[in-house]
Structures are given as structure tokens and as C-alpha cells.
């Protein structure tokens, strides 16, 4: 039965990685997949996957004003999908989202999407707050912070390893470090103004 997965994690988790096996499994078995990617995501050349550890693939890459469900179901029709997998999901608009639950609901094809939760402020991407809230899978793909701790937040980071805390949501190619929710001092760096009141 098909279903909507929602792999998140934090930087550097090897969420590119746990694509590029699923992928590969379904290849070796004889199924065709496709693996998307976003255009604007071009770090390591444009159309490609690829893993810290030295694993990569090609991939269709779609911009934000795409269609992906007539995309998908005129490659299905062409020849039989088995799998899609989207690298760096949180970068799909809500409306794609909604294109890839009617991939899974209507073609009938299981869709494997990879990506963070928030941005480098604690803030949500658009496309994973409507994967949450309607993948029928949710699963983290854990990392540690430098404390030994669960890293769940992504701390940006200038040339200089110094901390970075405005800018635009989407920034490809800075440096980013993957921190637990305490070091990262969610509380200094969210849009949200709060203050814990002097007793």
C-alpha cells in the first residue's frame, strides 16, 4: 500500500544518504524510481544527489511553480514508477506537497520525502510543516550535537565559523552545524519575542 514518508532530521544526518539507499534498493530489484530535487539546491552541480560520504545519483530537478503530479503521472504512464523520492523537501511549495499525496492516493506510488524541519532561526519551512502534518510516516533520522546531545535545530555559520542569526530563509552553500535545542538558544534567534520575566 502506497504512503507518504517524511524523513527529517537536522544537518548532516545522512538524510541524502538513507535516499540514495532506498533508491538503490528498489533499482536492484528491478523497479524504476524517480528522484527529484529542487533546482536552487545545485552544491554539488545542478540535477545532482549526493552524500557527504561519496554517494551521489542524477536527478530531475523542479522549481517551486511545477506541477509534480502531472509530472509524475506522465512519467508513470511512459513507464512504470515504483518509488519517487524528493531530496531537500522542505524546499516543496504546501501546494506541492498536496500534489504528492494525490501521487500516492490516486497513482498509487510511494513517495519518499527527505528534508528539514526548520531553518537556521528555529523557523519552519513551508513544505515541512504540510509534510507533518500530512505524511501517513513520519521518521527522524537522528544526529548528535557537539554536547553529546540529540541535535534537532541548524545553527548558521559565517566563513569564520561565527554564528549567523538574520538573513534569508533559503541560503545554499553556507556552512551549517547541526546543535541541540539548548546550545542552539532557541530563544535568541527566534522571530518570536520572548523574555523569561525577572522574579
Not at 114 to 130: C, I
Not at 176 to 189: P, T
Amino acid at each position: 500500500m502506497a504512503k507518504l514518508y517524511f524523513y527529517y532530521a537536522a544537518m548532516n544526518a545522512g538524510k541524502s544518504t538513507t535516499l540514495l539507499q532506498s533508491s538503490h534498493n528498489y533499482e536492484e530489484r528491478g523497479m524504476r524510481t524517480m528522484v527529484l530535487t529542487p533546482k536552487l539546491d545545485d552544491r554539488f552541480g545542478e540535477g545532482k544527489v549526493a552524500s557527504r560520504i561519496g554517494l551521489e545519483k542524477n536527478a530531475e530537478t523542479f522549481e517551486g511553480d511545477e506541477d509534480l503530479y502531472v509530472w509524475i503521472a506522465h512519467e508513470h504512464n511512459r513507464e512504470k514508477l515504483s518509488c519517487v523520492l524528493v531530496d531537500e523537501s522542505q524546499f516543496l511549495t504546501p501546494i506541492q506537497v498536496l500534489q504528492l499525496t494525490l501521487v500516492v492516493d490516486k497513482l498509487k506510488i510511494p513517495t519518499l520525502c527527505y528534508g528539514l524541519r526548520s531553518d537556521f532561526r528555529g523557523e519552519p519551512f513551508p513544505g515541512s510543516v504540510y509534510l507533518l502534518a500530512w505524511a501517513d510516516e513520519l521518521i527522524e533520522i537522528k544526529t548528535i550535537c557537539k554536547s553529546g546531545k540529540k541535535a534537532t535545530m541548524n545553527a548558521r555559520l559565517d566563513e569564520e565559523g561565527n554564528r549567523v542569526t538574520e538573513g534569508e530563509q533559503i541560503a545554499i552553500g553556507l556552512n551549517y552545524e547541526a546543535q541541540s535545542r539548548d546550545v542552539f538558544e532557541l530563544d535568541k534567534v527566534t522571530p518570536l519575542n520572548y523574555q523569561i520575566p525577572e522574579s
